[in-house]
């Protein structure tokens, strides 16, 4: 048998962060369906510092409450707390609103290899994982604790020199809720468990950029930029189901899980290119290229090195650029709100799982 530890644990300061996380929740109830109807599950336990969470996850979860404030959370100390307080054997790690399309059938094989063999660990993606499996789950006490998730992929393979086994790349693993434009891409699309779509019809969101994008995508040999953190699979899944001519400009990818964002050594040419000429003239030139265009906004704002919140960011991704309190992430937004080409601003999400999205969704159509 294989215990689960999710984490979800959020701290709003904003209309548009509680959205977030409404949804999270719902995508929560979701996956914890699936999670508990597997044979291979013991026991499933949720960190949290949302005591309103309980409630909704149900008597056959164990809630540990978490009372350190988000800026405190460790991720690594918390989990061996939990594996060392339980005696864990085996373990699935994930965020509450992590792999929201994830079906039962792969969550289901990811324990089987886990089970089958010690000194192995699945994950769903090499840098950015969003759910990481691995047996036994005490190697933790051996190393130097991973302050993230994405951490703890490097430890597993690196440090602990654990065989890596990579779930298959389909839209169930590859499509996360980190953004506000995550709940755009699905809100206007057939995905998504019965919690998850109810919470997404109640948010009554303007997806009219998204759509426009789609009909891009549906067209005949369009030119599509993708900015950021960009990766081969992502582009592959473009250029094998859509008819389209890519501009891809990929810097920093694995800023985060390298702890470059921490650290803030986050450099990108196209921020400087910014620097000179601004939003305006970007998005004026960006125009004359291409048809449409996907931008991971979180490699250009990091490179800015400006103090910048969460609901800044989550607005940019809305195009509510009037309620974006930073002047160059407000006039970037702005600029792309108002561009003549349809622009979807986002994170690395943005780049990855939606694209899986677009084409479960309308690559058959072409």
């Known amino acids: 048998m294989i215990d689960v530890v999710i984490f979800e644990g959020n701290e709003a300061h904003s209309a548009v962060e509680e959205m977030l996380i409404c949804a999270r929740r719902a995508a929560l109830q979701d996956n914890l369906a699936k999670l508990l109807s597997l044979p291979e599950v013991g026991r499933v336990f949720l960190s949290t510092n949302q005591p309103e969470i309980a409630a909704l996850a149900g008597s056959e979860v164990h809630i540990e409450m978490n009372e350190a404030a988000p800026a405190d959370f460790h991720f690594g100390r918390e989990l061996l707390r939990l594996v060392q307080k339980h005696q864990m054997q085996a373990v699935i790690c994930l965020g509450g609103a992590a792999l929201p399309l994830v079906q039962r059938e792969e969550l289901a094989e990811a324990c089987r290899r886990v089970l089958e063999k010690q000194g192995r660990y699945v994950t769903n993606n090499v840098q950015s994982a969003d759910m990481v499996a691995f047996n036994p789950a005490e190697v933790l006490s051996r190393h130097e604790l991973p302050a993230t998730d994405n951490a703890l992929v490097l430890l597993l393979r690196y440090d602990a020199r654990f065989e890596q086994n990579l779930m298959p790349t389909t839209l169930g693993t590859q499509f996360d809720i980190d953004t506000p434009s995550d709940l755009l891409v699905l809100a ?10 109810k919470a997404l019809d109640e948010l009554q969101l303007d997806t009219t950029a998204v759509r426009r994008l789609k009909d891009v995508l549906k067209s005949n040999y369009p030119d599509v930029a993708m900015i950021g953190r960009i990766g081969a699979p992502a582009i592959a899944r473009i250029n094998h189901n859509f008819k389209v001519r890519l501009r891809i400009f ?8 390298l702890g470059r964002l921490d650290r803030n050594e986050v450099v990108s040419l196209l921020g400087f290119w910014l620097e000179e000429i601004g939003p305006d003239r970007f998005f004026s030139y960006l125009e004359q290229t291409v048809d449409a265009a996907l931008i991971d906004t979180r490699v250009l704002f990091a490179h800015m090195k400006q103090p910048l919140s969460d609901a800044d960011r989550f607005y940019s991704d809305l195009g509510d650029y009037e309620k974006v309190q930073n002047p160059f992430v407000r006039e970037f937004t702005r600029a792309a709100t108002q561009s003549k080409i349809p622009v979807l601003l986002g994170g690395h999400s943005l780049v ?4 899986w999205a677009f084409v479960e969704e309308i690559g058959c159509m072409i």
């Open 188 to 197: 206007d699309s057939p995905f998504g468990g019965p919690h998850l779509r």
């Open 250 to 257: 990929s810097e920093e990818r694995g800023m985060k899980a």
């Open 352 to 355: 990855t799982g939606c694209i």
